[in-house]
């Protein structure tokens, strides 16, 4: 079974400039995740996808993040400007329903640094 | 969110036990008690979880204290690919959102 894919694996970019990051989750996963995870610290989810619909999203900076899941599949994360503090480690995540007992698998996630 | 308490970090050595130890006195009667684990470089793996009884699995054993405050991760013999930070969280509510903490930094000595 394929895991979680993410790209790109390592983007630099300049403050104020803007950034894009990709996600497949697992075929048939209906619930995706995104969480920011800044050096030293635990993952933080950003937001939670359930197929298309937006479950949760109360963390996410909405005046210079935004996501989309469209068609249940794929999902684009992207900050527009970025600031230095958005240096960090972004995962996604995905699980086949939004349930306690489903556990959630993980990619290998994308280094963003702003320089 | 209900909150977790874990050491920083602990030690151990090649083929003993480890005990990952994790308190949660503020869980709810419907929170499930979660492990992961992140190796170095790579994303979070799921590990176990739980509600009420000691659960078992390929990877681990979690035990939870019959008060349900508290609860232990168990390897039953640590190898090097054992070292890696491991999370317990707490997750319940609609939508059964993962709070990580800083978690456990565990190291495996040779």
């Known amino acids: 079974e394929a895991g979680v894919a993410q790209s790109p694996r390592y983007k630099i970019i300049e403050k104020r400039q803007s950034v894009a990051f990709w996600c497949n989750p697992i075929?048939?996963?209906?619930?995706l995740y995104w969480y920011q995870q800044i050096l030293g610290q635990g993952p933080k989810l950003l937001i939670q996808f359930q197929n298309n619909g937006v479950v949760d999203d109360s963390q996410l900076p909405k005046d210079r993040f935004s996501a989309e899941r469209l068609k249940g599949v794929d999902s684009t994360l992207k900050i527009q400007p970025a600031k230095l503090e958005d240096s960090a480690v972004y995962l996604c995540a995905s699980s086949l329903v939004v349930a306690s007992t489903y556990e959630q698998y993980f990619g290998p996630g994308t280094r963003l640094t702003v320089t | 969110d209900a909150k977790t308490t874990q050491p920083n970090s602990m030690e151990s050595n090649e083929e003993e036990p480890v005990h990952l130890p994790c308190n949660h006195s503020t869980i709810s009667g419907t929170d499930y008690i979660h492990w992961y684990r992140q190796l170095p470089s790579q994303g979070p793996e799921y590990v176990i979880h739980g509600l009420t009884s000691n659960v078992n699995n390929r990877m681990a054993s979690l035990a939870i204290a019959e008060d349900r405050k508290s609860s232990t991760l168990i390897l039953h013999r640590a190898t090097l690919r054992d070292a890696a930070v491991y999370y317990c969280?707490?997750?319940?509510?609609?939508?059964?959102?993962?709070?990580f903490g800083k978690g456990t930094l565990l190291t495996v000595n040779p």
């Open positions: 969280i707490l997750s319940g509510g609609s939508n059964y959102k993962l709070t």
């Open positions: 075929s048939g996963h209906a619930t």
